[in-house]
T-cell receptor
Framework: RKEVEQDPGPFNVPEGATVAFNCTYSNSASQSFFWYRQDCRKEPKLLMS???SGNEDGRFTAQLNRASQYISLLIRDSKLSDSATYLCVVKGGGNFNKFYFGSGTKLNVKP | DGGITQSPKYLFRKEGQNVTLSCEQNLNHDAMYWYRQDPGQGLRLIYYSQIVNDFQKGDIAEGYSVSREKKESFPLTVTSAQKNPTAFYLC???????????FGSGTRLTVV
């Protein structure tokens, strides 16, 4: 079983739509959670960390459900510039800072 | 500005040749990592290092080697033993894991 699993996508949505991505992780001892954005042929860039209480950054909202080992990302009022691949990232339990990556969910926002 | 610099951006390797990818950071991060990404796939961990002069194999270390002689530098050598090296290679670092990784801009390696 993979450490982190994501909806494979692609998600094709019109501008202005609300879209949600889900991610599950297998290690209940996981400590930190993140969403990264990766544009085509570029490096991943941190979009936001995910906190137990949930957190929001503009049009983006991230939620964590530790009991279900589930992370979500909600994007409201989608823009063309939101088109990218979104990676769910989980820091494993233990002292070492080893991160596990989902394979990514591709989002295409269309005019 | 602090960051991670990877070079070269593009690299072409002939069959049977060893090549070295450079990764330098000025973020004062202890932990550094090398990942490989194949088209349409996720990141796979090759090697990682928590401190100078120490490094560990990741999930796909065969055919690769690393060194960590300085805190700032973590070069990756792709040896001739790596049978399918064509991929996008990403170097990353983190201070303490709380704030996630910082990535370099990557090296795209192609076998010719």
């Amino acid at each position: 079983r993979k450490e982190v699993e994501q909806d494979p996508g692609p998600f094709n949505v019109p501008e202005g739509a609300t879209v949600a991505f889900n991610c599950t992780y297998s290690n209940s001892a996981s400590q930190s959670f993140f969403w990264y954005r990766q544009d085509c042929r570029k490096e991943p860039k941190l979009l936001m960390s995910v906190y137990s209480s949930g957190n929001e950054d503009g049009r983006f909202t991230a939620q964590l459900n530790r009991a279900s080992q589930y992370i979500s990302l909600l994007i409201r009022d989608s823009k063309l510039s939101d088109s990218a691949t979104y990676l769910c990232v989980v820091k494993g339990g233990g002292n070492f800072n080893k991160f596990y990556f989902g394979s990514g969910t591709k989002l295409n926002v269309k005019p | 500005d602090g960051g991670i610099t990877q070079s070269p951006k593009y690299l072409f390797r002939k069959e049977g040749q060893n090549v070295t990818l450079s990764c330098e950071q000025n973020l004062n991060h202890d932990a550094m990592y090398w990942y490989r990404q194949d088209p349409g796939q996720g990141l796979r961990l090759i090697y990682y290092s928590q401190i100078v002069n120490d490094f560990q194999k990741g999930d796909i270390a065969e055919g690769y080697s690393v060194s960590r002689e300085k805190k700032e530098s973590f070069p990756l050598t792709v040896t001739s033993a790596q049978k399918n090296p064509t991929a996008f290679y990403l170097c990353a670092s983190t201070r303490d894991g709380i704030y996630g990784y910082t990535f370099g801009s990557g090296t795209r390696l192609t076998v010719v």
